[in-house]
């Protein structure tokens, strides 16, 4: 039986003879398949080359670089098309009838009299009929090219050509890339070339050309190169893993090389994800117009706040696609990332994280370090605290925030002197509310020990417990949210689950961190302080900053303290970033929005703001100089009958009275954006949304298409 199914003729049966196949047999034989069922068809690099060698010119903050078409900075004017028709037509009949006056005499002849004076008599005279019609013809054509030349100029005609003639059908018409030259082509890895890793970059080559390369695969061993040039990585390891694995080398702990899915626009040469598109308004720049917004690291460097009630896209139009982007470069060992939302918030497969922190569910693999994964008393005192209180802390100037720190400090320190460890949240709990059991057994066993020092902090906190105005209470109310039958098994501190420390973002790790949403919001705030706490004092003390590190906050409701901005402040010089969103700046207090949106390099105001929230990002994005035009109608008044005669018919034709305009151009100073406008003018599924980069580029407010 061969492989096709039919029956070999062996031994004595011989072969039958075959014949010509006839219609009949033609229809009832399919052709022979080229690869077995289900077996994908062989890889093609051309879609990933052609990808790669897009172009990507520079452009503004906030362009989407990917083919992207620089436009000029200011709009050209542009004649209305009835107008410029209409005066091309005017212009070539005021040609035509100067032509037609000239021709037949009306205007005289002294319109050749340059021919006659700088032409000899021999020439206008002489018997050869073909050199008289080629002088006197060609002297006819010259002025009417003249002529053409001057009502041409008057009537636009340039201008007709350009937009209605065999231009716009150029531009209209796809236009064709140069193919890149051998020394520019990216797919050939010259950089890799120059500097004498040859094999591996023919390797590359040869992988990308075969289909058998993604996106993220290059984005990675460009990083992987970017290590080799620090000095972090030897050149002999980067050549064998790349000569060894192929497009596979330097792979991410995980062993992913890409997502299981993609929800948004992605482009990992440039680090940008597209959230939409620029809408064609008059309130845009004309170089913003009608082109793709997107953010990377370089954006996300300065922090994102969204603002916009339920509903308006902050998590299917911002959150999701920015998680994902970050997801993505860090399968490229370029990022690490930590999302925080509700659980069932919408931010993606469980498949596109390492880590999935599920707090509140018996299912969880991982737990949370309540304490950050420090071993410093203080700095963990200061980092629970301002998770356990830092929304009742002095929003004002001068505000006092480091009692609560000092509390916990006085108990952390002692238990972890006799224990080797920190206070479980019960125990937590307990050494707050003074119950004399765990305090004295912690304060025999630091007598034991002689921790002279240790003791005094004890006795200072014993002293302090019987005070009005002492904050363990308050502490100890706060504890008692964690500590709470649903929350039993977290929060460990003995070793014997997984805890999750916000220490490991030296390692491109994808972390998400699933919140209770239903019963427990109170705890929910706590534990989102306390990650945005972490967050900010982990990555100032990160190693390898060359990793962008970045925090997504799926609703930051009452996380906005006078700590947290000054965690957002710093966030910048550690090449980290954060991403908020809030349903209205009313859960942010007071004293505190200024500072908060003075903090954040990019603010987006999404449809549907109220208009004092619209009147504080107008605050923040300030005014322009721009020019103003007030039209002024007068009516005329005739004095003479002929004149009055002439007004009455006017009138009759016209319904109106004659009247003389009158235009005053004048420079004033605007709001960019007025809280009216942002309340009632921005379209549902758009955003306002200002932009500024980690080097200082600032992009005005925009009106973006969140579904372009």
Not at 237 to 263: I, K, M, N, Q, Y
Not at 678 to 704: K, Q
């Amino acid at each position: 039986m061969d492989s096709d199914g039919t029956q070999d003729a062996r031994g004595t049966h011989a072969r039958p003879v075959p014949r010509p196949a006839g219609p009949a047999d033609a229809a009832a034989t399919p052709p022979r398949p080229t690869r077995a069922p289900g077996v994908p068809p062989m890889p093609d690099g051309s879609a990933f080359l052609a990808w790669l060698r897009a172009p990507r010119p520079e452009a503004a903050p906030g362009v989407w670089r990917f083919g992207y078409r620089p436009r000029p900075e200011q709009e050209p004017e542009r004649i209305p098309a009835r107008q410029l028709l209409s005066g091309a037509v005017i212009a070539f009949l005021v040609g035509w009838l100067v032509w037609s006056l000239l021709w037949n005499g009306y205007l005289g002849g002294w319109w050749v009299l340059p021919l006659e004076l700088f032409t000899p008599d021999s020439w206008r005279h002489s018997d050869d009929r073909v050199g008289n019609a080629f002088l006197w013809y060609g002297y006819y054509t010259l002025i009417a090219l003249a002529i053409m030349i001057v009502v041409g100029r008057l009537g636009r005609w340039g201008e007709v050509w350009r937009r209605y003639g065999l231009p716009a059908w150029q531009r209209a018409a796809p236009v064709h890339e140069r193919p890149p030259t051998p020394e520019e082509d990216p797919a050939r890895w010259n950089h890799l070339r120059a500097a004498g890793a040859t094999d591996a970059a023919d390797r590359l080559a040869a992988e990308a050309g075969r289909g058998l390369m993604r996106d993220v695969d290059h984005a990675r061993i460009a990083r992987a190169w970017q290590g080799v040039r620090s000095g972090r990585h030897s050149l002999a390891t980067f050549t064998a893993a790349v000569l060894t694995d192929g497009a596979a080398a330097c792979l991410h702990p995980s062993g992913d090389r890409d997502l299981p899915g993609r929800l948004a626009r992605h482009d990992l040469v440039t680090g940008q994800v597209r959230l939409g598109a620029t809408a064609d308004d008059p309130r845009n720049p004309y170089a913003y117009r009608d082109t793709g917004l997107a953010l990377g690291p370089d954006l996300l460097g300065t922090s994102l706040l969204a603002v916009g009630p339920a509903g308006s896209g902050k998590t299917a139009s911002v959150v999701w696609p920015l998680a994902e982007s970050l997801c993505l470069h860090a399968l490229a060992g370029r990022a690490a990332v930590v999302v925080v939302g509700a659980a069932g918030a919408g931010l993606g497969p469980v498949d596109a994280y390492d880590v999935v922190v599920r707090i509140g569910n018996p299912e969880s693999v991982y737990d949370l370090d309540l304490y950050g994964g420090t071993t410093d008393p203080d700095e963990a005192a200061a980092v629970l605290a301002e998770a356990l209180v830092g929304d009742l802390a002095d929003p004002h100037p001068g505000g006092d925030s480091r009692r609560p720190t000092t509390v916990l400090a006085q108990l952390l320190g002692p238990y972890r002197a006799v224990h080797g460890r920190f206070p479980s949240v019960a125990e937590l709990r307990q050494l707050l509310d003074g119950t004399p059991g765990p305090l004295g057994a912690l304060r025999k066993a630091l007598q034991d020990g002689g921790q002279e020092s240790l003791l005094r902090e004890l006795d200072a906190r014993e002293r302090q417990m019987g005070h009005p105005g002492d904050v363990g209470g308050v502490l100890a109310d706060r504890v008692a949210l964690l500590d709470r039958p649903a929350f039993a098994g977290f929060f460990d501190t003995s070793g014997q689950s997984r805890p999750f420390s916000l220490r490991a973002l030296d390692h491109p790790v994808r972390v998400r961190i699933d919140l209770p949403a239903r019963g427990h919001a109170d705890a929910s705030r706590i534990l989102a302080r306390l990650v945005l706490a972490q967050f900010t004092a982990s990555v100032a003390v990160r190693e390898d900053r060359s990793l962008f590190a970045c925090l997504v906050l799926d609703d930051a409701t009452g996380l906005i303290t006078p700590e947290a901005v000054r965690g957002i402040q710093r966030l910048r010089s550690g090449n980290a970033g954060a991403v908020l969103t809030l349903r209205t700046l009313d859960d942010v207090q007071r004293p505190l929005r200024g500072p908060l949106l003075g903090s954040i390099g990019c603010r987006m105001a999404l449809s549907g703001l109220t208009p004092w929230d619209g009147q504080d990002f107008a605050e923040v994005w300030g005014k322009e100089w721009i020019e103003a035009r007030d039209v002024t109608d007068r009516q005329i008044i005739a004095e003479t009958p002929a004149g009055k005669a002439v007004h009455m018919l006017r009138r009759v034709i016209t319904g109106h009275a004659p009247t003389a305009r009158a235009v005053t151009v004048r420079q004033v100073e605007r709001e960019r954006w007025s809280a009216s406008e942002l309340a009632h003018g921005v379209p549902p599924g758009h955003a306002v949304l200002s932009l500024t980069t980690v080097r200082g580029e600032h992009a005005p407010p925009l009106l973006v298409d969140l579904r372009g």
